[in-house]
Antibody
């Protein structure tokens, strides 16, 4: 079955960088986009951007432009999301998810378990 | 950016009730709308895509509809496992945006 498994929780200091990994299994990794969404405690879902694992093409939300980088290693079916210049407001659970493609309305049908990143001095 | 406005923000209901949650887009998004269910400490789960298509594995008591820029998620007969937070999401244009969520609580 389709599965996305994310790396473990992290604690970072303000100004540092974080990298979360998302390992895909149960399907051909290069066939579907990977998107990243974050959720602060008690808050809603915030889309950060997308990556096409086949081409490596990416698109980022304006809010994160210049701070976020999404990459992949196709040989191990793993996507990565790196966020730099961290501040306390970046404390959140970060999710990766699989995009279904435009024929299915570009929704997100499988999600990782989430990675809690805490930014604190 | 396209704004997605959900209502109500929270609703209390009983097992067996029919519940309707609404999401209004700030501009036309066609049928590029999905609904998700999220339980505490868990990742969201896709219920409905393309406004009215039931995701494989989602219970048939969930349904979605569209009228212009207004979208509705209906649960025909609430089950105990349905108490959760529900989000709509538009994929008509980037940035993808979500509604603020509707918390469905037990009365």
């Amino acid at each position: 079955q389709v599965q996305l498994v994310q790396s473990g929780a992290e604690v970072k200091k303000p100004g540092a960088s974080m990298r979360v990994s998302c390992k895909a299994s149960g399907y051909t990794f290069t066939t579907y986009d990977i998107i990243w969404v974050r959720q602060a405690t008690g808050q809603g879902l915030e889309w950060m951007g997308w990556m096409n694992p086949n081409s490596g093409n990416t698109g980022y939300a304006q809010k994160f432009q210049g701070r976020v980088t999404m990459t992949r290693n196709t040989s191990i079916s793993t996507a990565y999301m790196e966020l730099s210049s961290l501040r306390s407001e970046d404390t959140a659970v970060y999710y990766c998810a699989r995009g279904t493609g435009y024929s299915s309305g570009y929704s997100f049908d499988s999600w990782g378990q989430g990675t809690l990143v805490t930014v604190s001095s | 950016d396209i704004q997605m406005t959900q209502s109500p923000s929270s609703v209390s209901a009983s097992v067996g009730d029919r519940v309707t949650i609404t999401c209004q887009a700030s501009q036309s998004i066609g049928s590029w709308l999905a609904w998700y269910q999220q339980k505490p400490g868990k990742a969201p789960k896709l219920l409905i895509y393309a406004a009215s298509s039931l995701q494989s594995g989602a219970p048939s008591r969930f349904s979605g509809s569209r009228s212009g820029t207004d979208f509705t998620l209906s649960i025909s007969s609430l089950q105990p496992e349905d108490f959760a937070t529900y989000y709509c999401q538009q994929a008509y244009s980037f940035p993808i945006t979500f509604g603020q969520g509707t918390r469905l609580e037990i009365k």
